[in-house]
């Protein structure tokens, strides 16, 4: 049975591009097109290994990619070389990668004015224009702890590490079972798999069966607890482990 999920968390190419860029330190006004076409090809590659539906943009900026790519690995040839040098005093060449970075910066000022107006939007939501109440018998006993926010791309980048260590643990002959479990039980398992560990439990845990059909039913309900608000996810740094925290409400228990 394949399951096609189509997510709204994409925000399009321009935004997995920026994400790349941030991720691992390049400069925008000098991208390593190797690096940033292998990178980007890995993700497609993982949605793809997910049977999600790959919108058709992305599919296009990776053509993109390519084709820069290609561009600046070509030899120059001899009547090149002389145009150069007979308009060398007048003309600079044209980077093939300056329309692609004139994009991504434009794209970048957006998505920070956009971030900027939803910080606006939370101060302004806090403003309250009836006196002030006593609000201690609402406060919880604890503070919250502060976490940092995982993204899809946080998601994809963790599935991608946990599909290697898969590769080099898989024995070379093996006779296994398919068993298909529906979306919807996996999703109760793991919220009693989180109500036994008091609403925390790490990523990779809940994948002991390394067999394909697994990993995408469990990385797919884990989507979907988190679109429901069911369960958060949390990450001190890139590339560290994530953690799973039950959401209030879920299964009447609190994170």
């Not at 599919?59 to 084709?67: D, E, R, Y």
């Not at 001899?78 to 040098?85: A, N, V």
């Not at 403003?127 to 994809?156: H, I, Q």
Request: net charge negative.
């Amino acid at each position: 049975m394949e399951y096609n999920v189509k997510l709204d968390s994409f925000e399009g190419p321009l935004d997995l591009l920026l994400h790349l860029i941030n991720r691992y330190e390049i400069d925008i006004y000098d991208i390593p097109m190797a690096q940033i076409t292998e990178q980007y090809l890995r993700y497609i590659h993982t949605m793809q290994e997910l049977k999600l539906d790959v919108a058709s943009e992305y599919l296009v900026m990776a053509a993109t990619l390519l084709a820069i790519k290609s561009k600046m690995l070509l030899p120059k040839t001899e009547e090149t070389l002389e145009e150069e040098l007979e308009y060398s005093g007048d003309e600079i060449e044209e980077d093939p990668r300056e329309e692609l970075m004139k994009r991504l910066i434009e794209y970048k000022k957006y998505k920070e004015a956009a971030i900027q107006l939803k910080e606006y939007e939370q101060k302004r939501g806090q403003l309250f224009t009836k006196p002030p109440s006593n609000l201690a018998p609402y406060m919880p006993g604890e503070k919250e702890r502060p976490f940092t926010d995982v993204s899809l791309y946080d998601m994809l980048s963790a599935l991608e590490r946990l599909l290697e260590r898969k590769k080099w643990r898989e024995p070379k002959t093996a006779k296994v079972e398919r068993q298909d479990i529906p979306i919807q039980i996996r999703m109760e398992q793991i919220l009693n798999e989180l109500k036994r560990s008091n609403g925390r439990i790490s990523f990779y845990s809940l994948f002991p069966i390394y067999e394909k059909s697994h990993i995408v039913i469990t990385f797919l309900a884990i989507l979907e607890l988190m679109k429901n608000q069911m369960i958060r996810c949390e990450q001190e740094k890139n590339f560290d482990n994530i953690w799973i925290y039950t959401m209030k409400g879920a299964n009447g228990d609190e994170a």
